[in-house]
């Protein structure tokens, strides 16, 4: 088994800036795509950005350019950087990966989510 904790959300100003975190741990033995999704109040759970286990990099259209997702294989981290944010982009956020346990089965794991509000 796996856990996903996000981290990094709050509250911030249009224009400004935050990183989001999620740590995977666990009986671990290999991640494969990563991906960020959001989900706003009275909205559908929306993909954000992906990163597959390569490297390669997959973003919404709403977010091209002013968010980079990335990971640290080594600490099973992946992050969002969010830059330039819109009040369109308040919703909470959720880590979400593919990962294969120690006992080599592979499952979808979710994170508990966390709350980004960007407002004056």
């Known amino acids: 088994q796996a856990q996903l904790v996000e981290s990094g959300g709050g509250l911030v100003q249009p224009g400004g800036s935050l990183r989001l975190s999620c740590a995977a741990s666990?009986?671990?033995?290999?991640?494969?795509?990563m991906r960020w999704y959001r989900q706003a109040p009275g909205k559908q759970r929306e993909l954000v950005a992906a990163i597959f286990s390569g490297g390669n990099t997959n973003y919404a259209d709403s977010v091209k350019g002013r968010f980079t997702i990335s990971r640290d294989n080594a600490k099973n981290t992946m992050y969002l950087q969010m830059n330039s944010l819109k009040p369109e982009d308040t919703a909470v956020y959720y880590c979400?990966?593919?990962?294969?346990?120690?006992?080599?089965?592979?499952?979808?794991?979710w994170g508990q989510g966390t709350q980004v509000t960007v407002s004056s």
């Open positions: 979400n990966a593919d990962i294969t346990s120690t006992a080599r089965s592979t499952s979808n794991y």
């Open positions: 666990g009986s671990i033995f290999s991640i494969y795509t």
